[in-house]
């Protein structure tokens, strides 16, 4: 074949054909869906993780001697009575506003308690924590791990806070 022949027989193929055959470059559609399903296992994972962190915390265990608390820049919020002490149940949490009778049968009022910036607890009714802090402290002779603090700070007004011994 002479190039004269390729050149009509290419002529005789229809301008559709050679369209088809042509390279077409087009523009990459985005998927959206791979990035909202990328954000939401991310909160998912936030979640969870948030979920279960304070959960974890609780379990941790401190020891206390001569009534100091473990580290030295860490205070975490505990108060003495009848020289047991109780740590605040973070669990638990403050519930704001809560009235004399909701608080579980027999628990009494002992006194008010008074913030101890020395780090120490020395006797009862005292309270230490990173934050100043007034209240009433309230036991029951049926429940001898726990006492609850009707607690007021710069975050919380009148709130019951449940303190555990455990």
């Known amino acids: ?16 054909i050679h369209q088809e ?7 990459r559609k985005y998927h959206y869906n791979n990035i909202i399903v990328v954000a939401t296992s991310i909160c998912i994972l936030i979640g969870i993780s948030v979920a279960f962190i304070p959960m974890l915390m609780n379990h941790v ?3 206390i001697q001569n009534g100091t608390l473990p580290g030295a820049t860490e205070i975490n919020p505990a108060v003495m009575y009848n020289g047991s002490i109780y740590y605040w149940n973070s669990m638990a949490g ?19 308690i008074k913030y101890n910036s020395d780090e120490k607890l020395t006797q009862d009714l005292q ?16 429940d001898p791990d726990n006492v609850y603090i009707c607690i007021t700070t710069f975050w919380l007004d009148d709130a019951y806070v449940k303190f555990s011994s455990q």
């Open 1 to 16: 074949m002479n190039l004269n022949k390729i050149c009509n027989m290419i002529n005789l193929i229809g301008d559709d």
């Open 21 to 27: 055959t042509e390279h077409k470059v087009t523009k």
């Open 61 to 63: 265990k401190f020891s």
């Open 94 to 112: 403050p519930v704001n506003k809560l009235p004399q009778g909701i608080l579980p049968k027999g628990y009494e009022y002992v006194g008010d």
């Open 127 to 142: 309270f230490i924590a990173k934050f100043e802090a007034t209240g009433q402290l309230y036991y029951s002779k049926n």
